[in-house]
């Protein structure tokens, strides 16, 4: 039988761990705190954001919610940085991807302070996890570490394959999936657009991560038997329904079901994860300003 794996309980568990992390904090007379930086109209963001919002109340965390008009000079957003970085009460910092193109998305990572960089992007700490002592796990990857823990797969000696070569998740990804710890010591292979025989290597692999951005790409022939499948993708495509669209993952689900020994769906997989592992680096932010 295939496990599906299910990212709500896996989040909620985190989550509940969190609150009880934070109780904690709080007899001590400390408060983890969020600023979240959203310059852009686009839908998605914007939901994107105000679920981060909502995970911080549930848990505890004090959410600041700064909105920046998307068409302000870029020196608006530098300066609410600046100020962020400076604020004593402010423990994480997450500007929402992506920024407007007037705004050069490499120097606002670099004007975090890397103490305040919960999404683990700012280069002082993709150095520090690419040297095996990182400060922040980038959220995703490490969310798809916690997942194929939560399956009872160990990864020390397996074939993983990472398909996609994003900042955010296949490179940080292939990273924690080589280093010598726990939810690591895989061989690793990073496949991409230029890769020849795309199947061949996702064929190889026992634990597979679609993180490509293109809907439904992998399908059932494409997967060894009984691999741990992760879908990372959501894909909006157009749909016969209410809303015009549906979600769809990287993998096509139904075919990879068949072959897969556990696998991720969409909604419900990888996305609740990544949350729960913002939530997470908050609380290790906390630490470091407070501790
Ligand atoms: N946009 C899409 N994913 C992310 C993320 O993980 N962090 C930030 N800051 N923006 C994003």
Known sequence: MTEIIDGDAVAQSIRDDLSTAIDQLDAEGIRPSLATVLMSDDPASETYVSMKQDDCAEVGIEAIDIEIDPDADGSELYDTIDDLNADGNVDGILVQMPVPDHVSDREVLRAIDPEKDVDGFHPENVGRLVAGDARY????????????????????????????????????????????????????????????????????????????????????????EGATVIDVGINRVDADNEKGYELVGDVAYESAK????????VPGGVGPMTRAMLLYNTVKAAGLQHG
Not at 188 to 206: G, I, N, P, Q, Y
Request: some cysteine.
């Open 258 to 265: 068949e072959r897969a020994g556990a696998i991720t769906p």
């Open 137 to 224: 796990k980038p959220c995703t990857p490490h969310g798809i570490q916690k997942l194929i823990e939560s399956a009872g797969v160990d990864t020390e000696g397996k074939e993983a394959v990472v398909v996609g070569r994003s900042d955010i998740v296949g490179k940080p990804m292939a990273n924690l999936f080589i280093q010598k710890a726990p939810g690591g010591n895989a061989t690793t292979t990073v496949c991409h657009s230029r890769t020849e025989d795309l199947a061949a290597k996702t064929r190889e692999a026992d634990v597979l991560v679609a993180a490509a951005g293109v809907p439904e790409m992998i399908d059932g022939d494409m997967i060894q």
